[in-house]
């Protein structure tokens, strides 16, 4: 059996981040995925896709997130059933995210009075966050969050034929 699921696209609105009675953090977000085709009249369509992640991952989600961040989601779908206020049966289906990537700088959404925030990149599985510079901005090598072209000076790196993986 296979149940794995890809998403590319854009938060629609802020993470909402919870915690279970036992501490567990779960943060629930809806994501924007553009469909491949256009419409009838040209137009672009979007499915809005509810996702929910656990953990340390979801706090990382929850601080680094927010509308409008572009996001990459691995997981799968699951859905699930409850009686609502007035006894009638809901179903949800839902992406539970094994792991979230940042896909776009921190400021790259008109946030440019937090200074040097570094780049909130990186992978959101297993122990947690670990991606990005979140430093002080005290590294001489960054600028704008991120790295100076390391090959800028004169294009080429010494490297031997047997370091070569081919």
Known sequence: ML???????RLTRD????FTPNG???ANFTLAVNRPFSNQQGEREADF???VVWRKPAENVANFLKKGS????DGRVQTRSYDNNEG???FVTEIVAESVQFLE????QNNQNQGNAGFGGGSQSGSGYSGGNQGSGSNTNRSNGYDNDPFSN???????????PF
């Open 24 to 26: 567990v953090a779960v």
């Open 3 to 9: 149940n794995r699921v890809v998403l590319v696209g």
């Open 49 to 51: 896709i509810n996702c």
């Open 15 to 18: 993470p909402e981040l919870r």
């Open 154 to 164: 004169d294009g080429s790196i010494d490297i031997s034929d047997d370091d070569l």
């Open 105 to 108: 700088p921190r400021n790259s």
């Open 70 to 73: 572009l996001a990459g989601v």
């Open 88 to 90: 009638k049966r809901v």
